[in-house]
């Protein structure tokens, strides 16, 4: 079945670590996105990526990274330097700009401790 | 910079009852909306495409409009059942940029 993977579903993390969530998509998808939750805040874009090798910052991009080397991974890092990372994080995808649906992961639900 | 505002933020209602939520957005150039049901701790399941040439789109018993000169869209669910309580969200597509709403948080009672 063609869909989105992200993984892990939970992680936890002591403060000063950086973190690396995973997003994976069989969909043959030119553009991926992450997007942060926190309760009553909606979402919120942290990175976008529109073909391999080339991405955007979103809104919030402070103390994350990613990078697009194939087009089916866009692997997010958490950095120490994100003051407050404990959220929700969803990665999306979707195959070009326009009339298209847009397909989200489960969600990756990062702690720290 | 594109605000999208969902109203209300949250619903309560017995089960069977006809509802509608509402989703406004400050920019018209709009390429489509999207709506979403997220389920607590879930991602996020499309639930209906409305392209900016569309006034409306349907499946089931959900049912969801476009008004783009007003800035607005509604999504009516008939006939409410407890398996439709989630948070609805929608979303406002320009090109790569996507915005949305905070949502609104439904619960059908038995």
């Known amino acids: 079945d063609g869909g989105i993977t992200q993984s892990p579903k939970y992680l936890f993390r002591k403060e000063g670590q950086n973190v690396t969530l995973s997003c994976e998509q069989n969909l043959n998808h030119d553009a991926m996105y992450w997007y942060r939750q926190d309760p009553g805040q909606g979402l919120r874009l942290i990175y976008y990526s529109q073909i391999v090798n080339d991405f955007q910052k979103g809104d919030i991009a402070e103390g994350y990274s990613v990078s697009r080397e194939k087009k089916e991974s866009f692997p997010l890092t958490v950095t120490s330097a994100q003051k407050n990372p404990t959220a929700f994080y969803l990665c999306a995808s979707k195959s070009t700009p326009g009339a298209n649906v847009l397909t989200f992961g489960a969600g990756s639900r990062l702690t720290v401790l | 910079k594109q605000e999208v505002t969902q109203i209300p933020a949250a619903l309560s209602v017995p089960e069977g009852e006809n509802l509608v939520l509402n989703c406004s957005f400050t920019?018209?150039?709009?390429?489509?909306l999207q709506w979403f049901r997220q389920d607590p701790g879930k991602g996020l399941t499309s639930l209906l495409l409305?392209?900016?040439?569309?006034r409306e789109q349907t499946s089931g018993r959900l049912n969801a409009s476009l008004d783009k000169s007003s800035g607005r869209s509604t999504l009516y669910i008939a006939a409410s059942q407890p398996g439709d309580s989630a948070t609805y969200l929608c979303a406002v597509i320009a090109g790569y940029a996507l915005n949305f709403g905070k949502g609104t948080s439904l619960l059908v009672t038995p």
């Open positions: 409305i392209q900016s040439s569309q």
């Open positions: 920019d018209s150039a709009i390429y489509n």
